[in-house]
């Protein structure tokens, strides 16, 4: 069988990867109160390896505990974490695959249950949480600084690589955002002010690294919302990144993410390919496109036709972490997931799961 370009090696800086298809971060909501993974955690993570996955992205681990977004979050703001981090390394690393860990403040979008005072760019509150405080200078340096130990403990821990989380409305987007971003100082008014504060992120993480070791970068290239961020402002920012030392770009949209739902045929598929389009018209780094992938014949489109570097799934490896294996084996192979959104923890403890059965709300058609 003729593997395609979807089963085909890559290389993203020193990071060799033996297909296009990436595990976009998913937050399992499967962690205890300091951070470290439940032991279902491990577990998602091999069966995603035995899966046949390229590369994983982990669930995003806050880097300072004032930008912890949820109860169950995982954590990276503290050595005593990187054993933990080192077992998720190796559940990925024993079956194949790659992993990168992707770092991030919540900022304003932080649950007032967990952070007493979420802090942001300037005071304007998300909905249904309280006005932040506005961070000071000081404060900022303090904030880029840990993200660059959270990517050192990644590497000490045995990642791959990093990912920086700079979309879905999370402290570095809320910096990118007109709508959120107010400050008249040198991190407001302009798109490169604006940016500065993921140039400096960029800069510290790079600096914990070392030269090679790959730094991704997940990018909300517009917010979907009027007077936010645009998508030319986005693919502009995009365009900076690999000057700043990034080496892949994930595109995404939107200051709470973009998802869709009742995915069940290819023309619904591939929901942000103008945004990763945009992008590629500013940016010679690899993209890896998210948004609705579900069958092996678009996936193998976009990889062909467009420019598209990787594909990333989330919702059905929920389901199917095998589902890599599945579509080597079938060129006209698809997930089974319908993106009915019921995947995502109603109750703490619980944890992601798919909860549709086998056969509810009909079977995906061509």
Same mark, same amino acid.
């Given at each position: 069988?003729?593997?395609?370009?979807?089963?085909?090696?890559?290389?993203?800086?020193?990071?060799?990867?033996?297909?296009?298809?990436?595990?976009?971060?998913?937050?399992?909501?499967?962690?205890?109160?300091?951070?470290?993974?439940?032991?279902?955690?491990?577990?998602?993570?091999?069966?995603?390896?035995?899966?046949?996955?390229?590369?994983?992205?982990?669930?995003?681990?806050?880097?300072?505990?004032?930008?912890?977004?949820?109860?169950?979050?995982?954590?990276?703001?503290?050595?005593?974490?990187?054993?933990?981090?080192?077992?998720?390394?190796?559940?990925?690393?024993?079956?194949?695959?790659?992993?990168?860990?992707?770092?991030?403040?919540?900022?304003?979008?932080?649950?007032?249950?967990?952070?007493?005072?979420?802090?942001?760019?300037?005071?304007?509150?998300?909905?249904?949480?309280?006005?932040?405080?506005?961070?000071?200078?000081?404060?900022?340096?303090?904030?880029?600084?840990?993200?660059?130990?959270?990517?050192?403990?990644?590497?000490?821990?045995?990642?791959?690589?990093?990912?920086?989380?700079?979309?879905?409305?999370?402290?570095?987007?809320?910096?990118?955002?007109?709508?959120?971003?107010?400050?008249?100082?040198?991190?407001?008014?302009?798109?490169?002010?604006?940016?500065?504060?993921?140039?400096?992120?960029? $800069?510290?993480?790079?600096?914990?690294?070392?030269?090679?070791?790959?730094?991704?970068?997940?990018?909300?290239?517009?917010?979907?919302?009027?007077?936010?961020?645009?998508?030319?402002?986005?693919?502009?920012?995009?365009?900076?990144?690999?000057?700043?030392?990034?080496?892949?770009?994930?595109?995404?949209?939107?200051?709470?993410?973009?998802?869709?739902?009742?995915?069940?045929?290819?023309?619904?598929?591939?929901?942000?390919?103008?945004?990763? $389009?945009?992008?590629?018209?500013?940016?010679?780094?690899?993209?890896?496109?998210?948004?609705?992938?579900?069958?092996?014949?678009?996936?193998?489109?976009?990889?062909?036709?467009?420019?598209?570097?990787?594909?990333?799934?989330?919702?059905?490896?929920?389901?199917?972490?095998?589902?890599?294996?599945?579509?080597?084996?079938?060129?006209?192979?698809?997930?089974?997931?319908?993106?009915?959104?019921?995947?995502?923890?109603?109750?703490?403890?619980?944890?992601?799961?798919?909860?549709?059965?086998?056969?509810?709300?009909?079977?995906?058609?061509?």
């Amino acid at each position: 069988m003729t593997p395609g370009l979807l089963f085909s090696p890559i290389q993203i800086g020193s990071m060799a990867l033996r297909n296009r298809l990436v595990r976009s971060a998913t937050a399992e909501k499967l962690c205890l109160p300091d951070g470290r993974p439940e032991e279902r955690t491990f577990d998602i993570y091999r069966r995603l390896a035995h899966g046949g996955i390229g590369l994983i992205i982990s669930g995003h681990a806050y880097v300072d505990p004032r930008g912890k977004c949820h109860a169950q979050m995982m954590g990276a703001y503290d050595d005593a974490l990187t054993p933990a981090l080192a077992r998720l390394a190796e559940c990925a690393h024993k079956d194949g695959a790659r992993i990168a860990l992707q770092i991030n403040h919540g900022g304003r979008a932080c649950d007032p249950a967990v952070v007493d005072e979420p802090v942001a760019p300037s005071p304007v509150a998300a909905e249904n949480r309280p006005v932040p405080r506005e961070l000071t200078p000081t404060e900022i340096s303090e904030l880029t600084a840990a993200f660059g130990r959270a990517a050192g403990r990644a590497r000490a821990a045995g990642f791959d690589a990093v990912q920086i989380h700079a979309a879905h409305g999370y402290l570095i987007g809320q910096f990118l955002s007109p709508l959120v971003n107010h400050r008249t100082d040198h991190y407001g008014g302009s798109l490169e002010n604006r940016a500065r504060f993921l140039h400096e992120v960029a $800069r510290s993480v790079r600096r914990a690294v070392g030269v090679g070791f790959p730094v991704l970068v997940k990018l909300g290239v517009s917010d979907h919302t009027e007077g936010g961020l645009t998508v030319a402002e986005g693919a502009e920012v995009a365009g900076w990144l690999a000057d700043w030392g990034i080496d892949a770009i994930e595109t995404s949209a939107g200051l709470q993410g973009a998802v869709q739902t009742r995915i069940t045929r290819p023309q619904r598929e591939a929901y942000l390919l103008e945004s990763a $389009r945009a992008v590629r018209h500013y940016s010679p780094l690899p993209i890896i496109l998210v948004g609705g992938l579900r069958s092996r014949p678009v996936m193998e489109q976009l990889l062909a036709e467009e420019g598209i570097d990787l594909v990333s799934l989330s919702r059905p490896l929920i389901r199917e972490p095998d589902l890599p294996r599945k579509l080597e084996n079938d060129p006209e192979g698809r997930a089974e997931c319908v993106s009915c959104n019921r995947c995502w923890p109603r109750t703490p403890g619980e944890g992601i799961a798919c909860k549709r059965k086998q056969g509810e709300m009909g079977t995906p058609t061509a």
